[in-house]
């Protein structure tokens, strides 16, 4: 059975009153962060690169399976939500923002919570099912992540550095979700070596690139955490992986994060979409405008609702997007005869 710590300190609690206020439907409702499920556009590239790659024919069958796939996973990330806000309430009293959810705030009762995410997942895996037997269990590893991530005996988000790489996994895993919509739904192979079965799956290299991709985002989201807090032992309270961070050591993680998701994104687009090169110089900008406003004082990137508030840089990441999908459809055939020429040059 889940349940939290019991962890207390004289100096920061949450209200006096909190004991005595039963939560109502209002905050149950709101630990499934429904605003939250914007996150799940980390789908959108997965659907592109499959798209592009399968040429998947437009049918209701298709739309039903975008539609079904999408509320899918918004349910089994919810399911995520719920375990993570109860499970993480005697910690979040000591996050100067966190302290004021209203799960901290109230009295919960376990008994719905239990019942709130089993809901949640069995409904979410179920309409996984309506899609593809890859799709229902890429959608099983992201529930199964939430599990490693918040509950004990794993709780990898108290863990240095496993914390950000158990959270940004879900980057990847959303992709091939996405990606499992439009590929063709074909059975179990019949062998091992069965490579028309294995070519279904996402290249390697964007599936690495994309994870390393959103640790260098939730590194930089641990950085400005670990800044507003302003204090190593306070925030070792809030987040026991806190206790071994320091500045320095987040800064380097990010830039060993960013470095890796260049390499492995240069492997993909070499081997199976040479376009994309064009977009690399506005993946570098996009990068360091995200890292610049992780610096700030109280920095946006700690809530994605805050991020919002940063039109300029919404503005150009939607742009961004645009890019890569007018890459991955239109063919560039001078980057194909430079490719190939380097490749036979030899001074």
């Not at 955490?225 to 961070?245: N, P, Q, T, V």
């Not at 320091?246 to 979409?273: P, Q």
């Not at 990137?301 to 300029?312: D, H, N, P, T």
Request: contains cysteine.
């Amino acid at each position: 059975m889940i349940s939290h710590s019991s962890q207390t300190d004289s100096t920061l609690t949450a209200p006096a009153d909190r004991l005595q206020v039963p939560a109502g439907l209002k905050q149950y409702i709101k630990i499934a962060r429904v605003d939250n499920w914007v996150k799940n556009v980390f789908m959108l590239p997965g659907m592109v690169f499959a798209l592009a790659l399968f040429q998947t024919p437009y049918s209701n069958q298709l739309l039903f399976k975008i539609i079904v796939g999408l509320l899918s996973i918004c349910l089994v990330a919810s399911a995520n939500y719920v375990i993570n806000e109860y499970l993480d309430i005697d910690y979040d009293r000591f996050h100067p923002l966190k302290r004021k959810r209203s799960l901290v705030m109230t009295k919960v009762n376990p008994k719905i919570i239990y019942a709130e995410y089993s809901l949640l997942a069995l409904v979410g895996l179920g309409l996984a099912s309506f899609v593809s037997i890859k799709f229902l269990v890429t959608a099983t590893i992201l529930l199964c992540m939430g599990v490693i991530y918040n509950v004990k005996p794993f709780r990898s988000k108290e863990r240095v550095f496993l914390d950000v790489l158990s959270e940004s996994i879900n980057n990847p895993i959303r992709f091939a979700a996405g990606w499992f919509i439009f590929s063709p739904a074909l059975g179990l192979p019949n062998t091992k070596w069965d490579l028309d079965w294995i070519n279904t799956f996402p290249p390697l290299s964007i599936m690495l690139a994309y994870w390393m991709g959103g640790a260098f985002l939730m590194a930089t989201k641990r950085f400005a955490e670990y800044r507003l807090i302003g204090d190593a032992e306070l925030a070792g309270l809030y987040r026991r992986s806190f206790k071994f961070y320091t500045e320095n050591s987040l800064l380097v993680s990010m830039f060993f994060y960013a470095i890796t998701c260049a390499f492995f994104m240069g492997i993909f687009l070499i081997k199976d979409r040479i376009e994309l090169l064009v977009s690399f110089p506005f993946f570098a900008l996009l990068f360091s405008w995200y890292l610049r406003i992780g610096l700030l004082n109280d920095s946006p990137v700690q809530g994605s609702e805050k991020l919002y508030v940063r039109k300029w840089f919404m503005t150009y990441l939607v742009l961004f997007a645009i890019l890569i999908c007018v890459l991955m459809f239109v063919d560039i055939p001078w980057l194909h005869w430079l490719l190939e020429n380097a490749n036979n040059y030899h001074p």
